[in-house]
């Protein structure tokens, strides 16, 4: 299905990667810069709330006031909305610095399930790391008293990060895999694994839990046919490929989705299209009826009815 009534919001500032909504329908998302922002329902008003260091990329909210902020080099941060206090949650596992944390999902009691794209590159080099399919993406499960566990590892860029309405599983995108993985955190399966969402159009990004209660996931770009194709190359040429400017490397389609998915592993709703004046479409929320899309590149948000 086409994405229906698409409004598209001017930010203050380059890379809205995520989004969050709060119950006034105010958006906050983080730029390229470091900065947070909150803008209005209307998109007419745009505050500044904090400045961050590394690279914003997932939010979610944290408690009353306060947004979790995975900010890739700079690991996992916690930010106070009211004051724009930093402060960092946890910045290293087992001794060795996170350098690529992307997204995470904040369940009732305070635990932090969250993902690391890589261990080999940050954020901004995620094209080397699809290409090069090091598959060292891993899920972190960060606990109320600050202990971190591994959930999973050796993930195909290791993305988005969604809990079950009933918190019975947690899931995490492999954008890498064009797949979804599933852990069991409750139930007869607790502690196993399995996949979610399998061979999806194109590679899935950041995942949020819908007022809905279905999970919903970014698709930035369907499947690019060059990219299957370098993939298989040997590792020797593809690292010259990388070596090539970004614009003679493959690159995303401008055709973006977002699926809505329920916790069957069933797709209920999927949109995918073109957006004028949109695209890499990394980050989806869902509220009351309404899809909000966060960008990687653009310096605007979009807002569509689901």
Not at 18 to 46: F, H, N, P, W
Request: some cysteine.
């Amino acid at each position: 299905m086409n994405f229906r009534n698409v409004t598209v919001h001017p930010v203050c500032g380059e890379g809205p990667e995520d989004v969050v909504v709060d119950d006034q329908g105010s958006v906050y998302t983080g730029l390229a810069d470091g900065s947070i922002v909150r803008i209005s329902e209307a998109g007419d008003k745009i505050e500044i709330i904090a400045e961050t260091p590394g690279r914003p990329l997932g939010l979610e909210f944290y408690g009353d006031d306060e947004l979790v902020v995975c900010a890739s080099d700079h690991g996992l941060l916690a930010v106070t909305i009211s004051t724009g206090a930093v402060r960092t949650l946890t910045a290293t596992v087992a001794g060795t610095a996170l350098i690529a944390c992307n997204n995470a999902a904040v369940a009732r009691d305070g635990t932090v399930y969250f993902s690391d794209s890589s261990q080999r590159y940050p954020i901004p080099q995620w094209r080397k790391d699809l290409i090069q399919q090091t598959r060292t993406g891993r899920l972190f499960r960060r606990n109320p008293d600050g202990t971190v566990d591994q959930l999973l590892s050796g993930l195909h860029f290791a993305n988005g990060v969604a809990l079950a309405q009933d918190e019975s599983f947690v899931t995490v995108a492999e954008s890498g895999g064009c797949r979804v993985r599933r852990v069991w955190l409750t139930g007869p399966h607790v502690g196993t694994n399995d996949v979610f969402l399998d061979d999806l159009t194109g590679y899935p990004d950041n995942s949020s839990t819908g007022s809905d209660g279905l999970i919903w996931v970014a698709v930035p770009s369907v499947r690019v046919a060059a990219v299957g194709v370098v993939q298989r190359l040997p590792a020797p040429v593809r690292s010259l490929i990388l070596e090539l400017p970004e614009n003679l490397q493959p690159s995303p389609s401008r055709t973006v989705g977002v699926v809505g998915v329920n916790d069957k592993g069933h797709i209920v709703h999927s949109y995918e299209g073109q957006i004028e004046g949109f695209h890499m479409l990394t980050g989806v929320r869902e509220r009351n009826g309404k899809l909000y899309f966060g960008s990687l590149v653009e310096s605007s948000i979009a807002i569509a009815d689901r």
